[in-house]
């Protein structure tokens, strides 16, 4: 089953590619994920394990609205995270090897990325 697959890999995701940080934004009025359940269930765990994340909690936002709600800190949130993650290997350079091309795949992601981000 597709949607079971997808699953697993989302919740053992850090587990699968431990070098691999994750970042989670998330809310405590999310209707679809709430909070707690994403405390308890995905962040312990991860602290349990000792595994690399960074967890941004806003309030008052609602599922996926946070950077609406909170565009200077949100995309200082995201840039940060990606700054710390630029030290960090590719899967696509462990597994085929061709770094000048996952670089410029990076460079082209960062640039969409901040053009993204931009507050209008």
């Not at 679809?32 to 008052?60: H, I, M, N, Q």
Request: proline letters at 2%; glycine letters at 4%; charged letters at 30%.
């Amino acid at each position: 089953n597709q949607r079971n697959l997808g699953w697993i890999f989302c919740r053992d995701h850090y587990q699968q590619f431990p070098s691999i940080p994750e970042l989670f934004i998330y809310s405590d009025k999310d209707y679809y994920l709430p909070s707690a359940y994403l405390e308890k269930e995905v962040l312990e765990v991860r602290k349990k394990d000792g595994a690399d994340f960074t967890a941004v909690k806003f309030k008052g936002s609602a599922h996926v609205a946070h950077i609406r709600h909170f565009q200077e800190e949100y995309k200082k949130q995201v840039l940060s995270f990606i700054n710390v993650s630029k030290t960090v290997k590719s899967v696509r350079e462990k597994q085929w090897g061709d770094e000048e091309a996952v670089e410029q795949k990076t460079e082209k992601r960062e640039g969409y990325l901040e053009h993204s981000l931009q507050t209008n």
